[in-house]
Nanobody, 122 residues
Framework: QVQLVESGGGLVQAGGSLRLSCAAS????????MGWYRQAPGKQRALVAS???????NYQDSVKGRFTISRDNAKNTVYLQMNNLKPEDTAVFYC????????????????WGQGTLVTVSS
């Protein structure tokens, strides 16, 4: 069964840094894009950053210059380095992957992680 396992969330002071990791496992044939979304209390889930298997990246305007997304294709893992964190970055961060699994046939799936909480204090 395909799953995404996230790690790296926690409590940090404003101006600090955190690094999130997300590892995909379970019958994966290939991964197209991977990304990070976040959902703050009372708000909708929104894209933070994404990266294709070719390394093309896309960022939400509010995190440009502060966050960096990267991936290790050999490990099926995506990272989000977050610097100069602000209180408004406080949210549950979710990993997302657009991938293909090899079972009796090939299936394309969109998979979500369970979420990891990032809290930035002022």
């Amino acid at each position: 069964q395909v799953q995404l396992v996230e790690s790296g969330g926690g409590l940090v002071q404003a101006g600090g840094s955190l690094r999130l990791s997300c590892a995909a496992s379970g019958g994966i044939f290939s991964i197209n894009s991977m990304g990070w979304y976040r959902q703050a209390p009372g708000k909708q889930r929104a894209l933070v950053a994404s990266i294709t298997n070719g390394g093309r990246t896309n960022y939400q305007d509010s995190v440009k210059g502060r966050f960096t997304i990267s991936r290790d294709n050999a490990k099926n893992t995506v990272y989000l380095q977050m610097n100069n964190l602000k209180p408004e970055d406080t949210a549950v961060f979710y990993c997302n992957a657009d991938l293909v699994v090899a079972e009796t046939t090939y299936r394309r799936l969109e998979v979500w992680g369970q979420g990891t909480l990032v809290t930035v204090s002022s």
